[in-house]
Every structure is written in structure tokens, then in C-alpha cells.
């Protein structure tokens, strides 16, 4: 193997001291290898050093303005930091430029629903699932999203996809029972968020939806 391939190899192994000394030896050995950048940048953010690691990231774009894992990670830090539409902007770019995976779809749909744009979210979440139907986070957000948007029978469907893949999912139990509660299904709303405590036994709103739930039984 070359130091590039040491490197992140090292990278993936979380030995970041060798991950280090491997990926500048080939910077310092080939200083236009867009890919030693990238995963250097990547080593600096799992540090915490989101400043340096920028800079990496667009070290790799003047290289090569077109660089799709770049724009990845760059996306990151921007949706890391709250700029949600400079990180949209970013993945937007990746599918553009061929990156097809359900992860940059998923954090396009993520963008979306943090700019308050729901409706657009939708067909993002969809597409993640159709390219890895057993991404959990991806079929949570998805059925989150359909319920915001008042879709609650497919918001349902997903939830309870959620559930045939992770059963102890609180956040999908809690949702659940919320849309059982519209449909007056009281018995299997009280079911799902117990099952929220259950997973998660300091859930809030399960917690505080169980509250509303006797309150009621008892007038």
C-alpha cells in the first residue's frame, strides 16, 4: 500500500496518529491528491477541529472545483454549524456531480425540513430509502415528515417500517400513538407510548402524552 492508502486505512481504523503521519507524507509527496485532503480534513473534524479541517476541504476544491466527496464534507460542516442552505447547496452539488447514495439524499431532506420546507423534503427522504429501503433515520424522517404534512396513513406505513427494523425505536412508538390518538385508537396510542418509555425511559413527550391520556379517562 502507498501512504494514501496507510492513511485512511489508519483513518478507518480510528489510529489517527498514523492516519496523520501517513496522509502528510503523501500531501508533501503529491500535493495534488484532492482525495489526502479530504480525508485529512475528515480526521481534523473528528478531532473537533472544524476550522482546520475547512481549510483541507477547500484546499481539495481549488484543486478540483468538481470534487464531489469534498463538497460532502464541506455540506457537513455548513449543516453542522446551522447553515442549512449552504449545506443544501453543497449536497445538491454531489448529486450533480454523479455522488448517487442514500446518505447525500437524506441530508438534502434534512435541509430542507431544517429551512422549514416539509412538502420539498419528502421526495429527498424517498429517494434515500428507494437506494437503502433499511435505513431506520432515513424511514423516521420520511414517516415524521408525511405526519407533519398531515399524511398519516403513509406517515403509519413508514413508522411501522421503522419498528420492523429497530423495534425499540421511542421517537417511532411515540409518533405512532400520536396518530392513533387522531384516529381515536386510545388502547394502541397508550400501547406505542408506553413502549416509548419503555426504549427510553425518559421520554418527555410519551410521558406527557400517557398524562393527557389518564386525565381524560378519569373525567
Known amino acids: 500500500m502507498n501512504n494514501f492508502e496507510r492513511g485512511v486505512a489508519a483513518l478507518q481504523e480510528g489510529n489517527l496518529e498514523d492516519a496523520a503521519n501517513f496522509l502528510t507524507k503523501e500531501i508533501e509527496e503529491n500535493p495534488t491528491n ?6 485529512f480534513g475528515q480526521l481534523l473534524l473528528s478531532m473537533g477541529d472544524v476550522e482546520r479541517a475547512c481549510r483541507f476541504f477547500e484546499k481539495a476544491l481549488e484543486i478540483d472545483p468538481e470534487l464531489a466527496a469534498a463538497h460532502y464534507a464541506v455540506g457537513t460542516v455548513y449543516f453542522e454549524d446551522g447553515k442549512f442552505e449552504l449545506a443544501k447547496k453543497h449536497f445538491q452539488h454531489c448529486v450533480k456531480l454523479g455522488m448517487n447514495d442514500s446518505d447525500v439524499h437524506f441530508m438534502i431532506g434534512l435541509c430542507c425540513v431544517n429551512n422549514g420546507e416539509d412538502r420539498f423534503a419528502l421526495p429527498f427522504f424517498q429517494r434515500a430509502i428507494e437506494l437503502d429501503d433499511k435505513d431506520v433515520d432515513a ?5 415524521l415528515t408525511l405526519a407533519k404534512l398531515e399524511m398519516l396513513d403513509e406517515a403509519k406505513i413508514n413508522l411501522e417500517k421503522v419498528l420492523q427494523l429497530d423495534e425499540l425505536h421511542a421517537d417511532a412508538h411515540y409518533n405512532l400513538g400520536i396518530i392513533a390518538m387522531f384516529n381515536d385508537q386510545v388502547t394502541i396510542a397508550k400501547d406505542h407510548f408506553n413502549k416509548a418509555i419503555e426504549s427510553q425511559d425518559d421520554h418527555m413527550l410519551a410521558m406527557h402524552a400517557l398524562k393527557v391520556i389518564e386525565n381524560k379517562e378519569v373525567d
Open 34 to 39: 484532492t482525495l489526502a485532503y479530504v480525508n
Open 139 to 143: 424511514l423516521f424522517q420520511y414517516g
